[in-house]
């Protein structure tokens, strides 16, 4: 929630001059985006977002970010796309950073969605898991089992550190997850990061998906357990039961889920519950005095790891097979 | 440069519902204004700025703040400008915070002004001096003589923290200032700290004055101080001369300034570097580990003192009186 670079007047106005979009008018930073530089664009033709890619970033992986963005828009799904230069490039650099022009979506991002919100989640994910059946470019998910065990090997002897006997669950769930994670359900791009501040609604409807910058190679149905947990669960880290079904009938209308990919989902959610647990954990302790970035609580998703735990079948999800 | 209060989509509705603006379209907090949270709206009629007074403000100054504004705009003055809900009010409450809507202005702050931009920024000084000489509302300022000498005594016994010697000069500077500073200039309501980030330009022409949240009665030449310090230095705080005479002479054009006021620049100028290095420090000396602001260097101001402190009379800012 940041600006970690600052663009002069006289370094936009050059940098916009090499496209097709109009004359500046406006120019500011904005509080969004953990990782990059974000500054919302107006000019006499429209309104953009403009990224500056810092460090968290690996350069090597734009190319399949803003080719999955603009391959989604192209299917006419609704995202932010790269805007090209007068040379048909998206991808530029500014300031010393590189740096990409995206379209301005409209829409609000609502921080307690409620079950319709869920239900119309589930069908623009799947409708984006359609949508990317034909795209060419692959990128691995460094944040799958083999980057959890790595995690867990990193924070396991300090977890405790931030809560009494984490290490131990850390330890004990790694083991479980190895040895049941499955590996032979439908696999696609996934988002990977669909939290609720990377949607946006306007007037009741779901207008847009932004953020793909984890987006990579991985089971579909990972993405709706990584939203089960984002989306769908109650203050109190129980299950809000009607949430969860309509987010899985939701995606079920787009795309037919298998009764292997409904069964997972129990286990699929306790992994993207480890999975931002250990991120979170790693982050809360590494941090820096004196950061920027709020360090987020690793302990929410250890409520809902437990909740997961406890369950036997997806039905108790609300969720029939 | 935060947003310090998060508001929901609900809440953003419900709040413009007792306005006439249409309906809103988007909602981003953006990276602008050390003290409060903003947002930028936009509705179906206009973009707004989105103002939660945070901690720093006091309440009390607002209606004077909020009137300021609303009265240079009636006078013609490019500024931004409060919005007022179907009641007539213009000061109303979100999450907690007193909170104002306002205008949106086009534009963009330039980091490095050149002369054309000092002489139009002399010019926009001097209008916005005569549109304020019928406004009624009246506030103390703060940072004047004698806050400064509350500054002085809190902080000049550590201030050799900073730099070696520096409490010793602060100290000798207060006592020649308190001895000289002037009583008969002419006075009235000033901006207080007209910073280029608080200028706008479009296509080469000043757009408009933001951020009046310093606004304050006192003498107009020392406003003029004030920005030939934060405009017209070089990189080594030497003094750009045409820029400070284009500044000078620029408000000239709009405003006459007498032979008194001219004559006593080179100590308001002393007083305004006093001013900002004595906050900077207090804030330097008080500053919390973690926070979001970074502090800003007292030394800058330094460097400008010393050289005022070798001025010996207006001449040598190009200025003839």
Same mark, same amino acid.
């Given at each position: 929630m940041a600006v970690y670079t600052n663009v002069s007047a006289d370094e936009i106005a050059s940098f916009i001059?090499?496209?097709?979009? =109009?004359?500046?008018?406006s120019f500011k930073g904005i509080a969004? =985006?953990?990782e990059n530089s974000n500054f919302l664009l107006s000019t006499t033709k429209d309104k953009y977002i403009l990224t500056l890619y810092e460090k968290r970033v690996n350069p090597k992986d734009l190319p399949f970010f803003l080719g999955l963005m603009d391959h989604l828009a192209h299917k006419g799904i609704n995202c932010a796309t790269p805007i090209a230069d007068r040379n048909g490039n998206n991808l530029k650099e500014l300031c010393g950073r590189p740096t990409a022009l995206i379209s301005f979506l409209n829409g609000l991002s609502i921080s307690r969605p409620n079950v319709q919100n869920c239900a119309q989640l589930g069908m623009a994910l799947a409708q984006m898991h359609l949508a990317v059946s034909d795209f060419t470019l692959m990128r691995k998910n460094d944040l799958s089992i083999e980057g959890w065990k790595r995690l867990v090997t990193s924070c396991e002897m300090r977890a405790d550190e931030c809560s009494v006997g984490l290490g131990n669950i850390i330890h004990r769930e790694m083991a479980t997850l190895q040895e049941n994670?499955?590996?032979?359900l439908p696999t696609g791009i996934i988002?990977?990061?669909?939290?609720?501040?990377n949607v946006f609604f306007l007037n009741g409807k779901l207008s847009g998906l932004i953020d793909y910058y984890f987006a990579c190679s991985d089971m579909l149905a990972y993405d709706i357990a990584i939203c089960i947990n984002s989306w769908c669960f109650n203050a109190d880290y129980s299950l809000n039961i009607a949430k969860a079904s309509a987010l899985v009938n939701g995606y079920n209308e787009k795309r037919q889920l298998s009764a292997a990919e409904l069964n997972a989902l129990p286990l699929l959610c306790r992994g993207a519950a480890l999975r931002f647990m250990l991120t979170r954990l790693y982050d809360w302790l590494n941090r820096v005095e004196g950061a920027l970035v709020k360090t987020k609580d690793p302990l929410e998703y250890l409520s809902m790891l437990k909740y997961h735990q406890n369950i036997k079948t997806v039905a108790e999800y609300g969720v029939i097979v």
């Amino acid at each position: 929630m940041a600006v970690y670079t600052n663009v002069s007047a006289d370094e936009i106005a050059s940098f916009i001059a090499e496209y097709d979009i =109009g004359d500046v008018i406006s120019f500011k930073g904005i509080a969004e =985006g953990v990782e990059n530089s974000n500054f919302l664009l107006s000019t006499t033709k429209d309104k953009y977002i403009l990224t500056l890619y810092e460090k968290r970033v690996n350069p090597k992986d734009l190319p399949f970010f803003l080719g999955l963005m603009d391959h989604l828009a192209h299917k006419g799904i609704n995202c932010a796309t790269p805007i090209a230069d007068r040379n048909g490039n998206n991808l530029k650099e500014l300031c010393g950073r590189p740096t990409a022009l995206i379209s301005f979506l409209n829409g609000l991002s609502i921080s307690r969605p409620n079950v319709q919100n869920c239900a119309q989640l589930g069908m623009a994910l799947a409708q984006m898991h359609l949508a990317v059946s034909d795209f060419t470019l692959m990128r691995k998910n460094d944040l799958s089992i083999e980057g959890w065990k790595r995690l867990v090997t990193s924070c396991e002897m300090r977890a405790d550190e931030c809560s009494v006997g984490l290490g131990n669950i850390i330890h004990r769930e790694m083991a479980t997850l190895q040895e049941n994670w499955p590996g032979n359900l439908p696999t696609g791009i996934i988002h990977a990061d669909l939290f609720p501040d990377n949607v946006f609604f306007l007037n009741g409807k779901l207008s847009g998906l932004i953020d793909y910058y984890f987006a990579c190679s991985d089971m579909l149905a990972y993405d709706i357990a990584i939203c089960i947990n984002s989306w769908c669960f109650n203050a109190d880290y129980s299950l809000n039961i009607a949430k969860a079904s309509a987010l899985v009938n939701g995606y079920n209308e787009k795309r037919q889920l298998s009764a292997a990919e409904l069964n997972a989902l129990p286990l699929l959610c306790r992994g993207a519950a480890l999975r931002f647990m250990l991120t979170r954990l790693y982050d809360w302790l590494n941090r820096v005095e004196g950061a920027l970035v709020k360090t987020k609580d690793p302990l929410e998703y250890l409520s809902m790891l437990k909740y997961h735990q406890n369950i036997k079948t997806v039905a108790e999800y609300g969720v029939i097979v």
